[in-house]
């Protein structure tokens, strides 16, 4: 095929590059850490995208979009996946008229994660087809193969990224012309779509009719490549850890396998029987050595230490020579800390000197966990910060239960923290509670993105704000306090101090724009009021 452009582009560019040319029609998903650009390109090349207060519902919007026979993308990290989970695994069940594809964007080796969970466990789990690109051209021509396959088994496709994919630029020849995509209809499909058990129970039954036939597709889709080398070594590989064995054994034979769920398991048991020694090679969990080993094929995968991290030319090679040997420590890397001039910094100092014991969450005031504050003693999951401080409330002798406090970012409670404000007032602890609302002004920690509190559009444009406060003292809250914390840091510690002493609720709303937003927020505002 002629190609229109030759681009060199990172991979989450290339994603948003072939949702405009497959004709996307409404973008959503939350900002997170390495698939925050997906969106922004594709807002700024011309497409229609959205921020989602989180990731359950950007999921839920694009849902309905496919219902409406359009074509939507879904973006989020790894994590995210697991907040949207409750519509994904029914979505699977009432499949979609469009087109959905679903980019779940990895993180082995947390490069700016919690966890490292693997998310090709989410494909087989919900029942659905999963694609994993190898490199930027991948990510732009699978995508439109995830459209083809949605629209032809009216299935939602997961599409898995990982950091070094996402963010790597490769070159990528774009189509010569994007595709016409369907015109919205809706047609009503009660059974098709209301999943109450009478109808659920057909639904799983046809799922698992189309994963049989996606899986005979696959065997020969030509997704998955064969690449024919030595008869001595055959390596089975996936995602970037494909281009990183194609440069440890250059000579060795290779299937590189596109579709991780379901497999060519046909495909692969050939190509193990083809070779003498068959090594399987992946980041992360042994996913593919425990389901091909599961069909009784004979391969071999990595030592256990290998499991963590991400993978790279030098731990391929240790694998293959069976190497388990301490590896060398990495180098290390300047530490990261609260930029100077940062509001939340002031908020942590009192903390500290307060001996707060504080029940943290997500976003760049997570490093209050660090030296010089050490102000934040846990920090499990996006809104945990509030949940958790309730729970220590509710059980911690009272000496200790004064002293707990959740602290929480304006992007982040927006996210999933206000539930947990609604269970502070729904069942509040003996000794009362404190929630410190550390509002910035914006989603610091992924690049400064917008959020239904900024007032603002991913395009930055003007819409409906959530104030916090108000929402707060709209539920009951009785002790609602605003406060500066670099013009009013003696306020904060009396507000804060007496809410310790105090058995009654109260939220604290600390107010200032990130330094590195400001100017930019102030331009938004002044082109707002223009």
């Given at each position: 095929?002629?190609s229109?452009?030759?681009?060199?582009?990172?991979?989450?560019?290339a994603?948003a590059?072939a949702?405009?040319?497959?004709?996307i029609?409404?973008?959503?998903?939350?900002?997170g850490?390495?698939s925050?650009?997906i969106?922004?390109t594709f807002?700024e090349?011309?497409?229609r995208?959205?921020?989602s207060p989180?990731?359950?519902v950007?999921?839920?919007?694009?849902?309905?979009v496919a219902?409406?026979?359009s074509?939507?993308?879904?973006?989020?990290?790894?994590?995210?996946?697991?907040?949207?989970a409750?519509p994904?695994?029914?979505a699977?069940y009432?499949?979609?008229?469009?087109?959905l594809?679903?980019?779940?964007?990895?993180?082995?080796?947390?490069?700016?994660?919690q966890?490292?969970?693997?998310?090709?466990?989410?494909?087989?789990?919900a029942g659905?087809?999963?694609?994993?690109?190898s490199?930027?051209?991948?990510?732009y021509?699978?995508?439109?193969?995830?459209?083809e396959i949605?629209?032809r088994?009216k299935?939602?496709?997961?599409?898995?990224?990982?950091?070094r994919?996402?963010h790597s630029?490769?070159?990528v020849?774009?189509?010569?012309d994007?595709?016409e995509?369907p015109?919205?209809d809706y047609q009503?499909?009660i059974?098709?779509?209301v999943?109450?058990?009478?109808?659920?129970?057909g639904?799983?039954?046809?799922l698992?009719e189309?994963?049989?036939e996606?899986?005979d597709?696959n065997?020969?889709?030509?997704l998955n490549q064969v690449v024919e080398?030595?008869?001595?070594?055959?390596?089975?590989?996936?995602?970037v850890?494909?281009?990183h064995a194609?440069?440890a054994?250059?000579d060795a034979?290779f299937?590189?396998i596109s579709?991780?769920?379901p497999?060519?398991?046909e495909a692969?048991?050939?190509?193990a029987?083809s070779?003498?020694?068959?090594?399987v090679i992946?980041e992360?969990?042994?996913y593919?050595?425990?389901?091909?080993?599961a069909e009784?094929?004979?391969?071999?995968?990595?030592?256990d230490?290998y499991?963590?991290g991400?993978?790279?030319?030098a731990?391929?090679r240790?694998i293959?020579?069976?190497?388990?040997s301490?590896?060398?420590?990495?180098a290390?890397?300047k530490?990261?800390?609260?930029?100077?001039?940062c509001?939340?910094?002031?908020?942590?100092?009192?903390?500290r000197?307060?001996g707060?014991?504080g029940t943290?969450?997500?976003g760049?005031y997570?490093?209050g966990v660090?030296?010089?504050f050490e102000a934040m003693?846990?920090c499990?999951?996006?809104?945990a910060?509030?949940?958790?401080?309730?729970g220590?409330?509710?059980?911690?002798?009272e000496?200790q239960?004064r002293?707990?406090?959740?602290?929480?970012?304006?992007s982040?409670?927006?996210?999933?923290g206000?539930t947990?404000?609604?269970?502070m007032?729904?069942n509040?602890?003996?000794?009362g509670?404190v929630?410190?609302?550390?509002?910035n002004?914006t989603?610091?920690?992924?690049g400064?993105?917008?959020?239904?509190?900024?007032?603002?559009?991913?395009?930055?444009q003007?819409t409906?704000q959530v104030v916090f406060?108000?929402?707060?003292?709209?539920l009951?809250v009785?002790?609602v306090?605003?406060?500066?914390?670099m013009?009013q840091?003696?306020?904060l510690?009396?507000h804060?101090s007496?809410?310790?002493?105090?058995n009654e609720?109260?939220?604290?709303?600390?107010r200032?724009p990130?330094?590195?937003?400001?100017?930019?927020?102030?331009?938004?505002?002044?082109a707002?009021e223009?």
């Amino acid at each position: 095929m002629v190609s229109s452009e030759r681009m060199l582009l990172s991979g989450n560019e290339a994603v948003a590059h072939a949702a405009l040319d497959a004709g996307i029609a409404l973008g959503a998903g939350y900002p997170g850490t390495p698939s925050t650009e997906i969106l922004e390109t594709f807002s700024e090349i011309g497409g229609r995208a959205q921020w989602s207060p989180n990731e359950k519902v950007a999921l839920e919007v694009c849902i309905g979009v496919a219902y409406g026979r359009s074509r939507a993308l879904a973006t989020m990290k790894h994590v995210g996946l697991n907040v949207a989970a409750d519509p994904l695994f029914t979505a699977a069940y009432s499949g979609v008229d469009g087109a959905l594809v679903i980019v779940t964007a990895d993180d082995p080796g947390m490069a700016s994660s919690q966890n490292e969970q693997d998310n090709r466990h989410y494909a087989r789990a919900a029942g659905l087809p999963m694609l994993e690109p190898s490199d930027s051209q991948e990510a732009y021509d699978f995508f439109f193969k995830a459209v083809e396959i949605s629209e032809r088994w009216k299935l939602p496709v997961l599409l898995r990224m990982t950091t070094r994919i996402c963010h790597s630029l490769t070159v990528v020849h774009r189509r010569p012309d994007a595709e016409e995509a369907p015109a919205a209809d809706y047609q009503r499909d009660i059974k098709g779509r209301v999943m109450i058990p009478a109808y659920a129970r057909g639904a799983h039954v046809r799922l698992r009719e189309k994963l049989s036939e996606i899986a005979d597709w696959n065997e020969k889709s030509g997704l998955n490549q064969v690449v024919e080398g030595e008869k001595s070594l055959g390596i089975i590989a996936d995602g970037v850890a494909y281009a990183h064995a194609r440069e440890a054994a250059p000579d060795a034979s290779f299937l590189k396998i596109s579709m991780v769920h379901p497999l060519p398991i046909e495909a692969i048991r050939r190509f193990a029987e083809s070779v003498q020694r068959c090594v399987v090679i992946e980041e992360g969990d042994p996913y593919l050595l425990e389901r091909i080993r599961a069909e009784g094929v004979t391969v071999e995968g990595k030592p256990d230490m290998y499991r963590f991290g991400e993978l790279n030319v030098a731990r391929v090679r240790r694998i293959l020579a069976g190497d388990t040997s301490p590896e060398p420590a990495p180098a290390r890397g300047k530490p990261p800390q609260l930029c100077q001039g940062c509001p939340h910094r002031t908020a942590f100092e009192i903390l500290r000197d307060l001996g707060c014991i504080g029940t943290g969450d997500i976003g760049c005031y997570t490093l209050g966990v660090l030296p010089p504050f050490e102000a934040m003693d846990t920090c499990v999951c996006m809104g945990a910060s509030i949940g958790v401080g309730l729970g220590l409330r509710h059980v911690l002798p009272e000496e200790q239960a004064r002293k707990v406090v959740s602290i929480i970012g304006d992007s982040t409670f927006v996210h999933s923290g206000i539930t947990g404000l609604v269970e502070m007032i729904y069942n509040p602890p003996p000794t009362g509670h404190v929630i410190l609302i550390l509002d910035n002004g914006t989603t610091a920690m992924t690049g400064m993105q917008e959020h239904p509190g900024t007032g603002r559009k991913l395009d930055h444009q003007p819409t409906s704000q959530v104030v916090f406060e108000d929402l707060a003292r709209s539920l009951g809250v009785p002790n609602v306090h605003v406060v500066d914390p670099m013009k009013q840091a003696d306020e904060l510690r009396k507000h804060l101090s007496e809410a310790l002493e105090s058995n009654e609720l109260t939220v604290i709303v600390v107010r200032r724009p990130c330094v590195l937003a400001a100017g930019k927020i102030r331009q938004y505002a002044q082109a707002a009021e223009q």
